[in-house]
């Protein structure tokens, strides 16, 4: 384990030794907020997120966070985090979000610094496992393919409170990627699926390699609206980046991948212990290369629903679809090259149990029914993917 | 594992949480809004209430600060959510969680006894909470919620 893991391993270990019955932990007015998961994955076909079929406990979150309010009008704070979901993060600890904070007035407040992205209801806090009845988000719009360009961007932000009940947050600057980055490989894949599709003879498929990552811009904006209807709020964010990649194949091939409009369109109504939630999201990106362009609409909706039973007990439930290539739901450039036709598409069914042991610990158990393998693992043999599987998944988790 | 035996895993667990459910929440009694003398407002709207301690606005119209408290783990504090913020306390924990790991917002001042939260604004400039009519105090003023 490196020094740096091993530093923030002691600082939780210890942190947790001294957590109180509050709900926060605070400091000489710093306030400290911390999180452990460990989650266990096992799906009875193909591989999912991580290498499942076998059952895995590559599925872990830990993070800490400090926040203080240096006057009435600043603020600053940062959170180190670090994940394992199969050969994603490998607990490399990192700076998750850091930023200065002014609220010049109810109306502007601006941020500068690292940036939580603001995509849908529940990104910001995707990786934290105790806000939310469901071990997993829908993939579908909480992607794990391109986790680390949709979490944070490097700039500044404004946001703020507007009449009518109006919330926005908008921010500009540039998203993170690396070359190792599991975005960045399936960026690799994308391609290397294009080349087959698109008959390019020249090019060894089989290899392939990202050499360069070069991240040029990106933009964000949210808005949330309370409705009149006590309890029902609406909301909308939109996501814009753009990316150079410099591929290897034998020879280099430089890549231009850009989302033009990344939309996710929400509603959300609590009636008591009962939330319902809705989201639509269309993902319009482009790649191009050596004379050909790919322009695909990646588009993903859910139905959720959750219920609080008692202190100690939660359920929940959604229904997720997904597309990869809103233009090819029946999975056609799959079958044309003899891939299975249900890599176009994933149908699943999710149900969840949280228990709340106590006001730190939980514990929940979560099954998935999917149809298709748009988003199982399909860089290895996707020729051998099955239709129809199961997932399993489990989490422990303790907060602070 | 099998899909037959993780549906029974699932029946089972399920069971297992109905033997642990349903808990009585009493609503009953005023909850009062209460605020520092000097606070520039006597009467304020749901909205903007809930607004205040869920974090979303942090100064009165006339720019002053807002400090607002709570009264952790009380009955009065139940109501409180129910009434006027829409919350249960386990979502409203859930909220202020959710704007802390997202750098949103600083948290409520929070307080175990009534007469501690009424010190605080009493002392403090700006400062905005609650109690139930029972537990009044002169040292602050009533804010009237229309």
Redesign the interface.
């Known amino acids: 384990m490196g020094s740096m893991k091993k530093i923030l391993a002691f600082i939780l270990s210890t942190l947790c030794l001294l957590a109180a019955e509050?709900?926060?932990a605070e400091m000489n007015d710093v306030?400290i907020?911390g999180?452990v998961s460990q989650g266990f994955l096992?799906s009875?076909n193909n591989n999912y997120l991580c290498k499942s079929e076998d059952?895995s406990f590559e599925f872990n979150e830990i993070?800490i966070?400090f926040?203080t309010?240096l006057s009435?009008?600043l603020?600053m704070?940062c959170?180190f985090f670090a994940r394992d979901l199969g050969d994603v993060g490998n607990d490399d600890v990192l700076l998750d979000?850091a930023?200065a904070?002014y609220?010049f007035?109810?109306m502007v407040g601006l941020r500068v610094g690292k940036?939580?992205l603001t995509h849908g209801l529940y990104n910001?806090?995707r990786d934290?496992d105790?806000?939310r009845t469901s071990i997993l988000l829908p993939r579908g719009i909480y992607m794990e393919d391109m986790r680390e360009v949709f979490m944070t961007i490097k700039g500044f932000g404004v946001y703020g409170?507007l009449p009518g009940?109006i919330?926005y947050q908008m921010g500009y600057g540039i998203p993170e990627i690396s070359e190792d980055s599991y975005m960045a490989q399936r960026i690799l894949e994308f391609v290397q699926l294009s080349f087959q599709r698109e008959n390019v003879d020249f090019i060894n498929t089989d290899i392939g390699t990202v050499l360069e990552t070069q991240a040029n811009y990106m933009s964000n904006a949210g808005l949330q609206w309370?409705s009149p209807l006590?309890?029902l709020r609406f909301a909308t964010s939109f996501i814009s980046f753009d990316i150079d990649i410099l591929l290897g194949f034998g020879f280099e091939i430089p890549l231009d991948f850009k989302v033009k409009q990344g939309a996710v369109f929400s509603g959300e109504y609590?009636f008591?212990?009962t939330i319902v939630t809705v989201e639509y999201s269309v993902l319009d990106y482009k790649y191009g290369t050596l004379g050909f362009c790919v322009d695909e609409k990646w588009i993903s909706y859910y139905v959720g629903l959750s219920h609080?039973?008692?202190?100690?007990?939660e359920?929940g439930a959604y229904y997720a679809e997904t597309y990869p290539d809103h233009s090819d739901k029946n999975g056609d450039r799959f079958a044309v090259i003899g891939l299975p036709r249900h890599m176009a598409w994933e149908k699943d069914s999710c149900?969840s149990?949280r228990?709340?042991i106590n006001?730190h610990w939980i514990v929940k158990?979560e099954?998935h029914?999917i149809d298709g393998s748009g988003i199982a693992d399909q860089s290895e043999h996707p020729e051998d993917l099955v239709r129809h599987f199961?997932l399993?998944a489990a989490k422990a988790s303790f907060?602070f | 594992?099998?899909?037959i035996e993780?549906?029974y895993?699932?029946i089972l667990?399920?069971s297992l949480?109905?033997l642990?459910?349903?808990?009585a929440d009493a609503l009953s009694a005023d909850v009062l809004i209460i605020a520092n003398k000097n606070t520039p407002v006597s009467s304020i709207n749901k909205?903007e209430l809930r607004?205040i301690f869920l974090g979303?606005?942090?100064?009165w119209n006339n720019?002053a600060?807002i400090h607002f408290a709570i009264l952790?783990n009380s009955d009065v504090h139940r109501r409180f959510l129910r009434t006027y913020i829409?919350?249960?306390k386990?979502?409203y924990?859930?909220w202020?969680?959710?704007m802390?790991?997202?750098?949103?917002g600083?948290?409520p001042k929070?307080f175990e006894t009534p007469e501690a939260l009424i010190k605080y604004l009493a002392e403090t400039d700006g400062a905005i909470g609650y109690c139930d009519e029972n537990t009044f105090s002169e040292n602050i003023k009533i804010i009237e919620v229309k």
């Open positions: 509050s709900v926060w306030n907020n999180f096992k009875d059952g993070g966070n926040t309010q009435s009008s603020r704070g959170q979000w930023f904070d609220r007035h109810n940036l939580k910001e806090t934290v105790a806000l409170e009940e919330s309370d006590e309890g609590t008591g212990d609080r039973f008692s202190k100690l007990f359920l149900l149990f228990y709340d006001s158990l099954g029914i199961s399993f907060r | 594992m099998k899909e993780i549906r895993f699932l667990f399920i949480g109905f642990f459910s349903f808990q909205r607004k979303k606005i942090v100064q720019g600060p952790e829409l919350k249960s386990s979502q924990d859930n202020w969680h959710r802390l790991f997202a750098g949103k600083y948290p929070k």
